[in-house]
């Protein structure tokens, strides 16, 4: 267990909807990351938040936006879904002075 | 464009022997590199790391190999176990801002 938690674990949704996806870091750990991982891919990065700053942005697309609040989870909010938005959706946090990640078990999202 | 490259999807290795995972990285500027192992329906996992100014971390039966004139790192796994089996990601970093990650080499250790 790496005391990340993502919610939910599975979300089968349709064409042009809307979803949210929670993560909630390790106690401490002030850094966020999202990566969405695709059939045969690897993780691509979305983006990053410290302390409830956008720090770092990848390759999310503009129907996609994150936020990481005070008591520092974060969410991932995914907008007019399309099929090939079909993923696993993992969170990542890290602690201050330490380059490794500890990462959730991730939300695997269809769309159908 | 894929900054971090794992060109070999998938090895296979007799249980004892070594196992040896290539990864090839195209940034000059990243200057700390990863490995994580990752199971089916769970979240990959850190096992190893190097900074750009060492050139070899070893830890335990993994050991990590960092190349920087060919932009090139490895991780050795020995004597590899089942227990390895997985899929093992290579990942870089500028300052520990924006991770890139390679596509996965799958490992099957053969008992």
């Known amino acids: 267990d790496s005391g990340v938690t993502q919610t939910p674990k599975h979300l089968i949704t349709a064409t042009g909807q809307r979803v949210t996806l929670r993560c909630s870091p390790r106690?401490?750990?002030?850094?966020v990351y999202w990566y969405q991982q695709s059939l045969d891919q690897g993780l691509q990065f979305l983006i990053q938040?410290?302390?409830?700053?956008?720090?770092a942005k990848g390759n999310i697309l503009e129907r996609f936006s994150a936020q990481q609040f005070p008591d520092l989870h974060s969410e991932l909010n995914l907008s007019s879904l399309e099929l090939g938005d079909s993923a696993l959706y993992f969170c990542?946090?890290?602690?201050?002075?330490?380059?490794?990640?500890?990462f959730g078990p991730g939300t695997r999202l269809t769309v159908l | 464009d894929q900054q971090v490259k794992q060109n070999s999807p998938s090895l296979s290795v007799q249980e004892g022997r070594i196992s040896i995972l290539n990864c090839d990285y195209t940034n000059s500027m990243f200057d700390y590199f990863l490995w994580y192992k990752k199971y089916p329906a769970e979240g990959p996992t850190f096992l190893i790391s190097i900074s750009s100014i060492k050139d070899k971390n070893e830890d335990g039966r993994f050991t990590v190999f960092l190349n920087k004139s060919a932009k090139h790192l490895s991780l050795h796994i020995v004597p590899s176990q089942p227990g390895d089996s997985a899929v093992y990601f290579c990942a870089a970093s500028v300052t520990g801002n924006q991770f890139y990650f390679g596509t996965g080499t799958s490992l099957t250790v053969i008992p």
């Open positions: 106690s401490g750990d002030l850094s």
């Open positions: 938040y410290y302390n409830g700053e956008e720090r």
């Open positions: 990542a946090s890290r602690p201050s002075g330490n380059n490794e990640q500890f």
